[in-house]
Structures are given as structure tokens and as C-alpha cells.
């Protein structure tokens, strides 16, 4: 046992990335980690544990006995459950370890229930309500939104998904019956170009903190602000795209056969069963699609923040560094 208990090795930091950020692979490995939706079933104090164990850590202050499995299980909890930037604990709906087993009902039931109209009101209006506290709840701690904001960003998201869902819905009826099959997907798409530029205004407004790579604040960038919303949309869209677009397609060629003919009432728990395969992994491969800490070419810059940066730096900084949000 004393072997397994092994002391923490000289220099081991417990915030830096147990898998290499700058490949698709390791993000993919980090995001696997921490969206883990078992860690949704941690009871409440286990989280507190660990969350204290990680600020002992960082302090330097380790309780004895503690393995490194012990420090980075504690880790994943930590990261699983608690904001970022500020350390509070996120409410357990808006965390992305609860992504699979939320999206998955709100999914599935939304490619089931696509013919009505009211269907297809009451559950875009149910996948908005459930992206807005997602969406809250992973703002940039840095950037506060008003409570003002966050009603007209959840109104407009709303309000384009069933316009898009709704509109498509009523020209599809003539069309092939696949067709009418994609339309939440088109309404998901449309709501997250609103919903997450929406949410988080205040970072487009402003500005963003960029830094360069050692960390050091150079200043607040709109365009860093804008690349890394419009990098956040691209993902939550192509982690909806796969279960959204190919699950219609495997059904359309399932209900053609008798059994499944037969067994109606089982399609909807077929198809949030499918989505939860499709999310197990879309989940986090989109979450690793861009790197969170992301970078921005100095040239690339608003010019007034341009020339700050090469008045005090010279040509020593070439790009600076951004978090991107989730």
C-alpha cells in the first residue's frame, strides 16, 4: 500500500493539462475527462472535498497519504463542477457533465415529435430554456451580463429557433419526409447563431483580456471576443449536427420494417437512447474542436491595441492569448 500511496512528485502542478491542449487528441482525452457524466451522480459534499483538496494543493498544503490518482480524481471533479474563473459551483443543469443526459432527452424528443406544430414549439421552446442556463452558466466570469441581457438573449434565441422550426416545418409538408426530419436540426443551428453571441455580449462590447504567452495582460480585444463566440458556436453546432443528422436517416430506414411498425410506442425511447450514443462523444470531441486557450496574430488586432502592444513590447509578442469559453 505504501507504494501505491506514493508522495506527490517534486514540481507537480495540479492546474497544468494532464494531456498535451495544443493536439485535437489530448484536448479530446481532457474534454472525455471532465465531461464524464457519471460525475453528475457525486454527492454534493464528495464535491466539496475535492474542490478543497484542489486549494490545498495549489497552496501546497496536502493532506498525507494522498496519491497523485487521488489529487486528479479530485481534479476532474473540481472541473466538472465548478466555474472556472470564479470557483463557484455551477448548478448541476448548466454543467457540460450533464450535456449527454440533458441533451439527449431534449434531443430525442425533438426529432420524435417533429410533425405538430405545438410539438415542435413546446420542445424547441424546452431546448432553448435548457441552452440558455448552459449558456449562463459557462459565461466569461469576467464579462457580468444583466439579468436585462440574459431575458432579451433567451427571448431572440427562442424566438429564431421556432421561427426557423416552425417555418420550415409548414414548407417541408410537401416535401420528402426526411426533409421534414432535419428541421430541428436547422432550428438548433439557427438558435445557437443567436443564443450564444447573445449571451455573452458584453465580451463583443468590450473586449476581451488578451495576454501574451507568459500570461501577462496586455490589454481587452472585441476581435479576440468574436473569434472565440463564433469558435464556441461552430462546436455546440457540430455537437448537435451528428445525432441530428444521421439518426433521422437510420429511422426513416427503420420504421419502414414491420416490427418497428409495430412497437410505435418505443420509438421515442429509441431515439433518446441513440442520441446519447451520438452525445457520449460528440459531446466532448466538439469541446476539443478548438483549443480554450486560444491565440489571435497581433496583425490580426484592433489597431489602437496594435500599437500599444509594439510600443511597450517591440516585436517580442506576435500573438496574444484568449480564453475562449465553452
Given amino acids: 500500500t505504501h507504494a501505491k500511496m506514493a508522495t506527490i512528485p517534486l514540481g507537480f502542478n495540479i492546474d497544468s493539462p494532464h494531456w498535451d491542449q495544443s493536439t485535437f487528441v489530448g484536448r479530446l482525452k481532457h474534454f472525455l475527462n471532465i465531461t464524464d457524466p457519471r460525475t453528475v451522480l457525486v ?15 495549489r497552496a501546497g498544503v496536502v493532506p498525507p497519504g494522498s496519491s497523485q490518482e487521488q489529487l ?15 470557483g463557484e459551483k455551477m448548478n448541476f443543469i ?9 441533451g439527449m432527452a431534449i434531443t430525442g424528443c425533438m426529432l420524435q415529435f417533429y410533425r405538430t406544430v405545438p410539438a415542435v414549439v413546446f420542445w424547441q421552446w424546452v431546448n432553448q430554456s435548457f441552452n440558455a442556463f448552459v449558456n449562463y452558466t459557462n459565461r466569461n466570469a469576467a464579462s457580468p451580463i444583466s439579468l436585462r441581457q440574459i431575458g432579451v438573449a433567451y427571448v431572440t ?6 421561427a426557423t422550426a ?18 430541428p436540426f436547422a432550428a438548433v443551428a439557427a438558435a445557437n447563431c443567436v443564443n450564444i453571441p447573445m449571451m455573452r455580449q458584453q465580451e463583443i462590447i468590450k473586449g476581451i483580456t488578451v495576454t501574451d504567452e507568459n500570461n501577462n495582460e496586455l490589454g481587452h480585444s472585441r476581435r479576440a471576443a468574436v473569434k472565440g463566440i463564433t469558435q464556441v ?4 453546432i457540430t455537437m448537435a449536427a451528428p445525432g441530428m ?19 410505435r410506442v418505443l420509438h421515442g425511447p429509441l431515439q433518446v437512447l441513440l442520441c446519447g450514443g451520438f452525445l457520449l462523444f460528440m459531446v466532448p470531441a466538439a469541446c476539443a474542436l478548438f483549443p480554450q486557450r486560444c491565440s489571435l496574430a497581433l496583425a490580426d488586432l484592433e489597431l489602437e491595441l496594435r500599437d500599444s502592444i509594439v510600443a511597450k513590447h517591440g516585436d517580442k509578442v506576435p500573438y496574444v492569448y484568449f480564453n475562449k469559453g465553452l
Fill in 233 to 236: 458556436v461552430l462546436s455546440r
Fill in 245 to 263: 443528422i444521421i439518426l433521422p436517416i437510420i429511422m426513416e430506414r427503420l420504421e419502414k420494417f414491420t416490427f418497428m411498425q409495430r412497437i
Fill in 94 to 102: 448548466g454543467r457540460m457533465s450533464f450535456q449527454v443526459p440533458g
Fill in 43 to 57: 454527492p454534493e459534499e464528495e464535491l466539496d472535498q475535492a474542490k478543497a483538496l484542489v486549494e490545498g494543493c
Fill in 72 to 86: 486528479l480524481y479530485a481534479k476532474k471533479l473540481y472541473d466538472s463542477a465548478f466555474h472556472p474563473d470564479s
Fill in 166 to 183: 416552425v417555418g420550415l416545418n409548414l414548407y417541408t409538408k410537401r416535401a420528402p419526409p426526411l426533409l421534414a426530419r432535419w428541421v
Fill in 157 to 162: 434565441a427562442t424566438g429564431a429557433a421556432l
